[in-house]
């Protein structure tokens, strides 16, 4: 399949790439990796009049400690940040599972911003800011605007986006040394789209934060209480209930309830020894 | 549709091309430099059939624009091979008959010759993770890999004489 016909809009600065997108607007797409943009145009899934290259803006390739946030440019790709030296001690989250992302081939392109703007819901990096709390860091003409992830992320590959705005970058909160995270997914295949993804991190000695993706149209995150016994598989099996689940090509809204009931304690179990 | 003119260096030699914005990387490759050792498969980043070198990192050049290509470096399967001397990777696949129908091979070919310029001594296991963006599906990856590692072996050999 071949995309239709575009225009290639080629900007040198965030200002002209927020100005040309200003005008466009929801007729603009922008193509920083275009990893799953690209894909999308492929099979003619969507159609935009231009492509909004940001790729090659300098002040959005950079990876920058910002106090006790780390904030990322919309134009580094994921494997720069999984090879960031910094990357195990400050954000260990995405350490664990930015190896889950996509392919060596399409890691080298897609980028970590791209992924949370395009949102989709077994996606690991969304489930990432989810969990950590962070940051969406939205540009345009009318000025800057800073969401919150859980403000961001509103659906399957819907998002808070306004038609005129870039997402300029993403910003990952620090984790404490003492916070230890631990992260699987399945997927038919190693790189797949996750069929259930589940990352936990142990906030304190009685509790773990639970992020799930894949279950809902955007990641869910839930405090968990470990009193011992079985208070955590029993928290899993409401969470389970709760989140219900969705039918797709891949498994059954069944299939999505055992699988996240059988890796949700694996992975709480692996966070808290991590932490002991 | 206006045509973008894209200056890029490919398997070493500086090419100039004419495109137009929707064409692939791919596309350009094939139909305009007559480049047919990438492969279309899926046109969405899962097969790896398409996969090429820029500048030093495998991309799928399905998921990528001929416009994009401005100013890099692109090394595709025929520029793997020295002259009439095939590239190690090459050889193994031969001799370890790891082809049957040849349309996945110029991707693995790419992809092991990324692997092994990057870590020279993989284990198996490293080698199936950085291969997974590759698709094989008549020959299965046995073979493959182990073509690959014997390519790697072969090369360390070469590197240390």
């Known amino acids: 399949m071949k995309p239709r016909k575009f225009a290639y809009i080629r900007p040198d600065t965030v ?18 990796g275009g990893q799953s943009l690209m894909a999308m145009l492929n099979l003619r899934l969507v159609e935009a009049a231009a492509l909004i290259d940001i790729a090659r803006i300098p002040e959005l390739d950079t990876i920058r400690v910002a106090g006790d946030k780390v904030e990322i440019g919309a134009a580094v790709v994921q494997n720069r940040l999984l090879a960031w030296p910094d990357l195990k001690s400050r954000l260990p989250l995405l350490g664990a599972l930015l190896p889950f992302v996509g392919h060596f081939q399409t890691r080298n392109r897609g980028t970590v911003c791209g992924s949370i703007a395009h949102a989709d819901p077994s996606s690991e990096i969304p489930l990432s800011l989810a ?5 969406v860091v939205l540009r345009s003409l ?8 859980s403000d961001f992320q509103r659906g399957v590959l819907t998002t808070a986006r306004e038609p005129d705005e870039l997402v300029a970058a993403v910003r990952f909160p620090v984790a404490p040394s003492r916070h230890r995270v631990a992260f699987r997914e399945v997927a038919r295949r190693h790189g797949d789209f996750a069929i259930i993804a589940v990352a936990a991190m142990v906030e304190d000695a009685g509790a773990v934060r639970l992020g ?3 279950m809902t149209g955007a990641p869910a995150i839930r405090r968990i209480e470990m009193n011992g016994g ?16 969705f039918e797709d090509i891949h498994a059954s809204a069944r299939l999505r309830r055992d699988i996240l009931r059988r890796i ?10 991590c932490a002991a | 549709m206006k045509k973008y003119h894209v200056s890029t260096t490919i398997n070493g030699e500086p090419v100039e091309f004419l495109c137009e914005p929707q064409q692939t990387l791919l596309d350009v490759l094939r139909d305009t430099l007559n480049l047919t050792g990438s492969k279309e498969g899926c046109a969405s980043g899962d097969c790896g059939a398409c996969t090429v070198i820029v500048d030093g990192r495998m991309v799928c050049s399905c998921l990528m624009l001929g416009v994009e290509a401005e100013g890099r470096t692109v090394t595709t399967v025929e520029g793997i091979a020295t002259g009439d001397t095939l590239h190690p990777v090459q050889q193994k696949f031969l001799e370890h008959a790891a082809l049957q129908c040849g349309f996945c091979t110029p991707g693995f070919i790419v992809a092991a010759k990324a692997l092994l310029d990057e870590n020279p001594n993989p284990t198996e296991e490293e080698a199936r993770y950085w291969l997974a963006g590759n698709l094989c599906r008549c020959t299965g990856y046995d073979k493959i890999i182990r073509a690959v590692l014997d390519a790697a072996s072969e090369m360390r050999r070469e590197a240390a004489e």
């Open chain 1, 230 to 245: 079985t208070a955590a598989r029993d928290a899993i099996e409401t969470l389970a209930w709760d989140l219900e689940g």
């Open chain 1, 142 to 149: 009318r000025g800057t605007r800073v969401l919150a992830a």
């Open chain 1, 212 to 214: 799930v993706g894949g």
């Open chain 1, 15 to 32: 200002d002209e790439a927020v100005a040309v997108l200003g005008e466009y607007g929801d007729d603009a797409r922008i193509l920083a």
């Open chain 1, 264 to 273: 949700g304690p694996v992975v709480i179990e692996e966070a808290c020894r």
């Open chain 1, 131 to 135: 969990m950590l709390g962070g940051e």
